[in-house]
């Protein structure tokens, strides 16, 4: 970490937890009678709190969007290529609020949280979440801030069907949904993924039907194994072909099955490394989410009625080499905006990534996302 902050930075943060004594039914059926939220906020909320953003992460994301948590931090937040001075999500001009869902593992409430009932993990009894779910959690987050309405909410992967459904269930609270490298629903092979990555939690001999806590333990071998299934994915083959071809670590063969190959070293480092900071419960009961997710299903399968109720205006990106959520799916939901009469701003943008372009700070990308917030921030006067 260098002696002083970069001047795009929004420097040193500070997670808060914010505790919500009532209670609140989830779309399973089952009621959380009380629950912690942990978010980062960035910038400063304007008098009539108008120039609010939300940013939702996807599936291994968490509140850590941006900035540092000290000067020893390597590694700023996960999307601190997007929001700063100066950048898309400018909190020169923007309140920017990043929060760990409900259900996830880095200090909101979820599988691994102790449930008040029995006073144990939470485990494999903590209830399906939905993306609705998540949706309902953040209105009340909003309520708790005393932001009536958004300027915008964010969201790339599993965070654009958040910025999706928000435009859905609560039309009147958010100007602008911004949803990027994201899908109005999975295909039959993205379940298929998913499901692949859980046989791999449940499968391992640690897991215990998910009350490893009990046993003073962690599947670390199906999470590992998961990560690295998820990572393929996320991946295009020419920028796995770039990074790393058919490097060996080596100069000759080994006749062997341990890691010969470079890309070989590199998954199952992220596959080690993701295994040691995220709950396996907590895995399990994101990708569930992300299967669920289908705003069309009560529709009959037609998107465009779906967002009948719609108010804001949307920005739609996809990336072109983006094979989890290709740019197919996201011109699905365009056209499905436009055939609703919806205001759809839409761009296809050539990177060699795939589906982690997102994360990514190409040009053009960045300069598309620079230029309709800029749009936002003028609306709201910041």
Not at 73 to 92: H, L
Not at 162 to 172: C, E, F, I, R, V
Request: aromatic content about 12%; some cysteine.
């Amino acid at each position: 970490m260098p002696d002083s902050l970069p001047t795009d930075s929004v420097g040193i943060v500070t997670p808060q937890t914010l505790h919500f004594d009532a209670p609140i039914t989830l779309a399973c059926g089952q009621t959380l009678d009380s629950y912690d939220l942990v978010i980062e906020t960035y910038g400063t909320l304007n008098a009539d709190a108008s120039n609010a953003v939300l940013i939702c992460h996807a599936l291994s994301g968490h509140h850590h969007a941006a900035g540092y948590h000290s000067m020893e931090e390597r590694k700023p937040g996960w999307w601190d290529s997007c929001i700063g001075p100066g950048k898309p999500i400018d909190t020169n001009r923007f309140f920017v609020v990043s929060l760990n869902n409900l259900g996830g593992c880095h200090g909101s409430t979820g599988p691994n949280s102790v449930n008040p009932k029995t006073a144990k993990p939470y485990g494999p009894d903590f209830p399906v979440i939905t993306v609705s779910d998540w949706v309902q959690s953040q209105a009340l987050l909003a309520d708790r801030l005393g932001i009536e309405c958004w300027a915008a909410v964010v969201g790339g992967s599993l965070g654009g069907m958040q910025a999706l459904q928000w435009s859905l269930d609560y039309p009147d609270r958010l100007r602008h949904s911004v949803v990027i490298a994201s899908t109005p629903r999975l295909t039959a092979q993205n379940i298929a993924f998913n499901e692949v990555a859980r046989q791999a939690i449940t499968s391992d001999r640690e897991f215990h039907d998910g009350r490893y806590q009990d046993f003073d333990t962690v599947p670390r071998r199906g999470l590992m194994l998961a990560r690295m299934v998820g990572h393929i994915t996320y991946l295009s083959d020419a920028s796995m072909g770039e990074k790393f071809g058919r490097e060996l670590r080596d100069q000759a063969y080994k006749f062997g099955y341990d890691a010969e190959f470079q890309v070989e070293s590199y998954l199952r480092y992220q596959g080690e490394r993701f295994s040691e900071m995220f709950d396996a419960n907590t895995y399990l009961l994101m990708t569930r989410a992300l299967d669920y997710f289908d705003p069309a299903y009560e529709y009959g399968g037609d998107l465009s009625k779906a967002l009948a109720p719609s108010n804001c205006e949307y920005l739609v990106l996809s990336f072109s080499t983006d094979w989890r959520f290709t740019p197919a799916r996201s011109e699905e939901m365009v056209n499905a905006m436009i055939a609703a009469k919806k205001r759809v701003s839409y761009a296809e943008i050539d990177a060699p990534w795939g589906h982690d372009a997102f994360l990514i700070p190409t040009p053009r990308y960045t300069d598309i996302f620079n230029a309709y917030m800029d749009r936002v921030a003028r609306e709201v006067g910041a």
